[in-house]
């Protein structure tokens, strides 16, 4: 880029800036061998007018400095694939602009605009908590991919994460904008960024057992990535309630507790790996609804009981589809070899057979409050409305007459045939 003047040697990692008014985008694409790169604090005004800035994929560790103060009017932060360590600052919350993609690391609350969250592959501590997801503090409710994967995160999932209202089928929109490549060309004037059209910038992702890279296809990707840390306690149920994610990925941490047998709701998932825990109990039936599930990965848990059957699941992983499951000793049944003892099925069919019984509970239950309800209603008329008491009697007595009137005339000829013979 000609407005800019790099010195990347290895003792030195900054960025010097020279004949330029305003700077818009700026990207390393060479190896930075130290920390975040330093702006001379005299030009900070050159930096205000920054859209874009890329300086992932290097080697850079330490911590964050003040050198992103200046830069306000970002609207992509890229920051993978190195290692920082350390709080994350809350300057950064003063980055109103950022609107797109980017590894940003801040107070979330701060971004109202913000669809994209990626600080994946770091050294990040610390923990989530539910105050970063609450209703009355944070403007997440455009976030549709978050990617938190590969640090050092603790503590458990907050349970408020149906706020990211993005992520439902309700509220879901497509991810837009781009930040175009500057053409190369003398001069001292950088151009204007176009942010407009496709979202344009190639995203590494983990989904369905591998790394795929998305660009355009990104619009439409709905994710929480949250493998490769050190979360504990057990799914939240708000999770279930995110109907438009379309990759969960919790592998690789030492949460424990049951899967939600609400799993089922979430209709537009079709990447799901909670392998490498510890969660227990029955794999839930509901499993088989996903019926766009087309990578699933339970292996090494703590799960028991009866593998459940269905035509999804029966096509997942078709190649060995026992991988799904292995390093749970207490499974059994299809796919895997061992097979479930008759006490297991006695189980299973116990429960099934009591699931059946109470799915009528509530039909006989109604049938009988019902039928208490009319004959009651009919009784205090009786009892308290004289007119209908002296009516009712009278349609019983009229009732009885032509009865038995009827029963007499139709038994007679009967009565004189047998007499006959």
């Given at each position: 880029?000609?407005?800019?003047?790099h010195s990347l040697t290895r003792s030195s990692a900054a960025v010097a800036?020279?004949?330029?008014?305003?700077?818009?985008?700026?990207?390393?694409?060479?190896?930075?061998?130290?920390?975040?790169?330093?702006?001379?604090?005299?030009?900070?005004?050159?930096?205000?007018?920054?859209?874009?800035?890329?300086?992932?994929?290097?080697?850079?560790?330490?911590?964050?400095?003040?050198?992103?103060?200046?830069?306000?009017?970002?609207?992509e932060l890229h920051l993978g694939d190195n290692n920082f360590t350390g709080?994350?600052?809350?300057?950064?919350?003063?980055?109103?602009?950022?609107?797109?993609?980017?590894?940003?690391?801040?107070?979330?609350?701060?971004?109202?605009?913000?669809?994209?969250?990626?600080?994946?592959?770091?050294?990040?501590?610390?923990?989530?908590?539910?105050?970063?997801?609450?209703?009355?503090?944070?403007?997440?409710?455009?976030?549709?991919?978050?990617?938190?994967?590969?640090?050092?995160?603790?503590?458990?999932?907050?349970?408020?994460?149906?706020?990211?209202?993005?992520?439902?089928?309700?509220?879901?929109?497509?991810?837009?904008?781009?930040?175009?490549?500057?053409?190369?060309?003398?001069?001292?004037?950088?151009?204007?960024?176009?942010?407009?059209?496709?979202?344009?910038?190639?995203?590494?992702?983990?989904?369905?057992?591998?790394?795929?890279?998305?660009?355009?296809?990104?619009?439409?990707?709905?994710?929480?990535?949250?493998?490769?840390?050190?979360?504990?306690?057990?799914?939240?149920?708000?999770?279930?309630?995110?109907?438009?994610?379309?990759?969960?990925?919790?592998?690789?941490?030492?949460?424990?507790?049951?899967?939600?047998?609400?799993?089922?709701?979430?209709?537009?998932?079709?990447?799901?790996?909670?392998?490498?825990?510890?969660?227990?109990?029955?794999?839930?039936?509901?499993?088989?609804?996903?019926?766009?599930?087309?990578?699933?990965?339970?292996?090494?848990?703590?799960?028991?009981?009866?593998?459940?059957?269905?035509?999804?699941?029966?096509?997942?992983?078709?190649?060995?589809?026992?991988?799904?499951?292995?390093?749970?000793?207490?499974?059994?049944?299809?796919?895997?070899?061992?097979?479930?003892?008759?006490?297991?099925?006695?189980?299973?069919?116990?429960?099934?057979?009591?699931?059946?019984?109470?799915?009528?509970?509530?039909?006989?239950?109604?049938?009988?409050?019902?039928?208490?309800?009319?004959?009651?209603?009919?009784?205090?008329?009786?009892?308290?409305?004289?007119?209908?008491?002296?009516?009712?009697?009278?349609?019983?007595?009229?009732?009885?007459?032509?009865?038995?009137?009827?029963?007499?005339?139709?038994?007679?000829?009967?009565?004189?045939?047998?007499?006959?013979?």
């Amino acid at each position: 880029m000609p407005a800019l003047s790099h010195s990347l040697t290895r003792s030195s990692a900054a960025v010097a800036i020279s004949g330029s008014d305003t700077i818009t985008q700026m990207e390393e694409a060479a190896s930075l061998p130290r920390g975040m790169p330093c702006y001379p604090s005299g030009r900070a005004s050159q930096v205000r007018g920054l859209k874009y800035l890329d300086i992932a994929d290097n080697s850079l560790f330490g911590q964050f400095h003040d050198a992103l103060e200046n830069m306000s009017s970002l609207q992509e932060l890229h920051l993978g694939d190195n290692n920082f360590t350390g709080a994350l600052p809350t300057l950064i919350g003063s980055f109103t602009s950022l609107t797109l993609s980017g590894t940003v690391s801040t107070e979330l609350g701060a971004f109202a605009n913000l669809m994209l969250l990626d600080l994946s592959r770091n050294n990040f501590t610390g923990v989530i908590t539910e105050e970063h997801f609450a209703d009355e503090i944070t403007n997440l409710w455009r976030l549709q991919y978050l990617d938190l994967s590969g640090n050092s995160l603790s503590g458990v999932i907050p349970r408020n994460l149906s706020n990211l209202t993005a992520m439902t089928l309700k509220g879901f929109r497509p991810l837009s904008g781009t930040a175009t490549n500057l053409p190369d060309g003398d001069g001292d004037t950088i151009v204007d960024v176009n942010i407009s059209g496709q979202f344009g910038e190639m995203i590494s992702v983990i989904t369905k057992g591998q790394q795929l890279k998305y660009s355009n296809g990104l619009a439409y990707f709905v994710s929480i990535d949250l493998s490769g840390n050190s979360l504990t306690g057990e799914i939240p149920l708000g999770i279930t309630s995110l109907d438009a994610l379309i990759n969960l990925n919790l592998s690789s941490n030492c949460m424990q507790g049951n899967i939600p047998n609400t799993i089922g709701a979430m209709r537009s998932l079709e990447s799901m790996d909670l392998s490498k825990n510890k969660f227990i109990g029955e794999i839930p039936s509901s499993l088989s609804n996903l019926t766009s599930l087309s990578y699933l990965n339970l292996s090494c848990n703590n799960l028991c009981g009866k593998i459940p059957s269905g035509r999804q699941l029966e096509t997942l992983n078709a190649d060995d589809p026992s991988l799904m499951y292995i390093g749970n000793s207490g499974l059994c049944g299809p796919p895997l070899r061992n097979t479930c003892s008759g006490n297991d099925n006695a189980i299973h069919g116990n429960q099934r057979n009591s699931r059946q019984i109470l799915e009528w509970v509530p039909f006989y239950v109604g049938l009988v409050l019902g039928l208490v309800a009319g004959l009651w209603m009919v009784f205090c008329a009786l009892l308290f409305k004289k007119t209908w008491r002296i009516a009712y009697f009278q349609f019983i007595d009229k009732l009885y007459d032509r009865i038995y009137v009827f029963v007499v005339v139709k038994w007679a000829p009967l009565t004189r045939k047998a007499n006959a013979k």
